[in-house]
């Protein structure tokens, strides 16, 4: 069964750090672009951030960028996503997502998400 | 940026009603759109890629079309199961979903 199973989110405080990690199984990891998107509670959905299956193609979304940082271990089928600086307005549900195997170094639809990990940041 | 619109931001319908969602892009995506669903405490579900390619196992009464700056979503037979919030997505480059359009029964 393909499947993404999140961890790591929590309560942190304002200005502090976390790590989210997705476990992928299923599927052949190395070979799928992979995604974070967030939603805040009762709001809708923002992407976060991408990675192209080697890690070389990076992007995030201007309201992360600075802050967020993602990468992968193709070896431990894993995604990740550090977060630093944290802000009340990163309270939301995180998701990873796979990417449709479509374009090459490029985002398309997401076809398969993780339960997600809820991340609050409160004092 | 590219900004995503949708239109209703609700609406309510009756079983079998035929129902359309409409997504805009502030400039044109050709045909880098997707349509997720998403039931109440669930997981976004793709439906559609690419402007009108239905997803492996989605019921044919979802459907999708537009090229450019004007998409829509057509649920020609809707169901109980078909209540839920939809979004479109730009996708291609700086990934972006539309605010969402929520379905209920009347």
């Known amino acids: 069964e393909v499947q993404l199973v999140e961890s790591g989110g929590g309560l942190v405080q304002p200005g502090g750090s976390l790590r989210l990690s997705c476990a992928a199984s299923?599927?052949?990891?190395?070979?799928?672009?992979m995604n974070w998107v967030r939603q805040a509670p009762g709001k809708g959905l923002e992407w976060v951030s991408y990675?192209?299956?080697?890690?070389?193609?990076?992007y995030y979304a201007d309201s992360v960028k600075g802050r967020f940082t993602i990468s992968r271990d193709n070896a431990k089928n894993s995604l990740y996503l550090q977060m630093n600086s944290l802000r009340a307005e990163d309270t939301a549900v995180y998701y990873c997502a796979r990417d449709l195997p479509i374009a090459v170094a490029a985002p398309d639809a997401f076809d398969i998400w993780g339960q997600g990990t809820m991340v609050t940041v409160s004092s | 940026d590219i900004q995503m619109t949708q239109s209703p931001s609700s609406l309510s319908a009756s079983v079998g009603d035929r129902v359309t969602i409409t997504c805009r892009a502030s400039?044109?995506?050709?045909?880098?759109l997707a349509w997720y669903q998403q039931k109440p405490g669930k997981v976004p579900k793709l439906l559609i890629y690419a402007a009108s390619t239905l997803q492996s196992g989605v019921p044919s009464r979802f459907s999708g079309s537009g090229s450019g700056t004007d998409f829509t979503l057509t649920i020609s037979s809707l169901q109980p199961e078909d209540v839920a919030t939809y979004y479109c997505?730009?996708?291609?480059?700086?990934?972006?979903f539309g605010p969402g359009t929520k379905v209920d029964i009347k």
């Open positions: 299923g599927f052949t990891f190395s070979s799928y672009e």
């Open positions: 990675i192209s299956s080697s890690g070389s193609t990076i």
């Open positions: 400039q044109g995506i050709s045909n880098y």
């Open positions: 997505q730009k996708y291609n480059s700086a990934p972006r």
